[in-house]
């Protein structure tokens, strides 16, 4: 069933001249006819045991999302649905694939479950990579961040899922320049030619100094005295970013600075007026108004 569903994907893309043997693209709502042939009808017990089978039905499941996520897009999530879900289902398949290879090792074959295991991680990495890309896609960075720590799981030097945490890091709302910085340096050891990568590294780079930029304006407003300072931030906030919406620590110093004057301008009115009771006909001192407090 999921050999014909992927037939029927492909045939929907393309259609197939008999005469000259050119492909062409089929326009939209065109009715295609296809020819189906039933190669071989599967135990429901072989696909328990079969490890190549299961590796094909995953595989299938993997083609079949990226057909959801390349043609079936759209503002009500239903692309996004479909291909989450069959990515998921492949993911899970392989995941429990591995789990059981691991546990036979010692008794099969150990080539023939390298060989295996391989074609299984191979899979799995590719769908964990593919989820992330979707959740990249609907704006969910924290979701894409976790799916692309998965895959560094299983492959610490995967460029892909590097560029795509670090992706995600720059537009999360609540990401940081360090976890951002963190991928884009590991994926620049790794492949330091990449395009890719080097687009985020110019990327990271425009928001860090724009970010000092906005920082060091506020700050200059704070010193002037220009009154309150709203910064607005609408494409990443850091730490940093999330600390200037508190209360400046030159707020808690001015308003120190305040009640210390206030309370020795109180004790200096109060001794004034203990002297004045015991000095007879005793008035305030003009003289006195030219003191600093």
């Given amino acids: 069933a999921a050999a014909a569903a992927a037939a029927a994907a492909a045939a929907a893309d393309t259609a197939s001249n008999s005469t000259t043997g050119v492909t062409k693209d089929l ?15 599967i135990p429901s017990r072989r696909l328990l045991e079969d490890d190549d089978l299961k590796i094909q039905l995953a595989s299938s499941k993997k083609q079949l999302g990226n057909e959801c996520y390349q043609y079936e897009w759209d503002d009500h999530g239903m692309g996004k649905g479909r291909a989450l879900k069959l990515y998921g289902k492949a ?63 299983y492959d610490p030097n995967n460029i892909k899922a590097l560029c795509r945490a670090a992706r995600a890091a720059i537009f999360d709302p609540n990401g940081t320049f360090e976890e951002c910085e963190m991928a884009i340096a590991a994926a620049e050891e ?49 730490p940093q970013q999330m600390d200037n919406k508190k209360p400046s620590a030159y707020l808690y110093l001015f308003a120190s600075l305040f009640v210390t004057l206030g309370s020795l301008l109180l004790f200096e009115l109060v001794a004034r007026a203990n002297n004045n009771d015991k000095e007879e006909g005793g008035g305030v001192d003009g003289s006195n108004s030219d003191q600093d407090l």
């Fill in 27 to 41: 326009p939209p709502n065109s009715d295609v006819v296809l020819d189906v042939c039933v190669r071989d009808i």
């Fill in 91 to 153: 993911r899970d398949s392989m995941m429990d694939l591995l789990s059981e290879i691991e546990t036979r090792q010692e008794k099969d074959d150990a080539a023939e479950l390298t060989g295996a295991k391989q074609k299984a991680a191979s899979i799995l990495i590719d769908c964990l990579n593919n989820i992330s890309a979707v959740h990249l896609k609907a704006k969910a960075y924290g979701k894409a961040k976790d799916s692309a720590a998965t895959v560094l799981q």
């Fill in 190 to 238: 790794i492949d330091g030619e990449n395009a890719d990568v080097k687009r985020l590294r110019v990327e990271l780079d425009r928001r860090k100094k724009q970010h000092k930029k906005r920082e060091k304006a506020m700050y200059s407003k704070m010193m002037a005295g220009g009154g309150d300072v709203h910064v607005h931030e609408q494409q990443m906030q850091t």
